[in-house]
């Protein structure tokens, strides 16, 4: 499904961040990004969002060079990949129901083709009753369910989860990481960045080791 080769990656100017990376994502796998602070975990999940243009090498996305699709098709590409950033992004503005629904709104579809999917999956993640709520109001692991609800609901055939347990005790951790397990075994790649290495053990999934801009992967 996704095929990096020889990839590189530097901000600017600067030293590359990235060096040499070739791996392959397979449809419906389910693995771990890990290694130390800074190694590049997040750098690497914006270059699978496409955020991000490698400075060298060759990334493959659903079978497209990336390199040769024009500008105008990738939001179309991106609607394919889900994303929940560290930081969540959600609008304090809107309410969970609504922060779940935008991306469906900005692409014009009518409240009353999505009102039923987006309240089951709220539901799916156990905020049934959050609906109304505004973030602030949430607690982290709220925010984080509503955050990977935002980024399930438009049926993405990958999910990207920048350190989805950072901010949640043991049980809420166990808790996403079970979502996640789920969601994987009803055919959606995951790809989990963590420093969490009692998450990793819970699981005996793939795990790619980012290190000094090299990676290694144990399957
Ligand atoms: N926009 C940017 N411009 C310049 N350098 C950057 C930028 N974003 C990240 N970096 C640098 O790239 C390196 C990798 O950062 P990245 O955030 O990808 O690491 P990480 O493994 O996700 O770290 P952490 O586990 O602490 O979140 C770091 O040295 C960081 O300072």
Do not use: C
Not at 90 to 106: F, G, I, K, Q, S
């Amino acid at each position: 499904m996704i095929h990096f080769e020889n990839v590189g990656l530097r901000y600017g100017m600067g030293p590359e961040i990235l060096r040499d990376l070739t791996f392959d994502i397979p449809k419906k796998s389910f693995q771990f990004l890990t290694g130390p602070s800074g190694a590049g975990k997040t750098t690497l999940l914006r270059l699978l969002f496409l955020s991000l243009k490698p400075t060298r090498g060759l990334i493959r996305m659903f079978d497209r060079n990336i390199s040769t699709i024009p500008r105008e098709e990738f939001p179309m590409l991106r609607r394919r990949v889900g994303i929940v950033f560290q930081d969540f992004r959600l609008l304090d503005h809107l309410t969970t129901y609504e922060n779940v629904a935008l991306p469906l709104r900005v692409r014009g579809k009518d409240e009353s083709s999505y009102r039923a999917d987006v309240l089951e999956l709220l539901g799916w993640v156990g905020l049934g009753e959050r609906i109304n709520v505004l973030p602030p109001v949430l607690s982290g692991g709220e925010k984080q369910r509503a955050a990977i609800a935002r980024a399930l609901i438009d049926r993405p055939e990958i999910l990207l989860a920048d350190e989805p347990t950072g901010n949640v005790d043991p049980p809420m951790a166990r808790r996403l990481l079970n979502l996640f397990l789920e969601l994987n075994r009803l055919g959606t790649a995951v790809v989990i960045a963590t420093h969490d290495l009692s998450l990793m053990d819970q699981v005996e999934a793939r795990r790619m080791i980012l290190s000094q801009g090299r990676l290694d992967i144990y399957e």
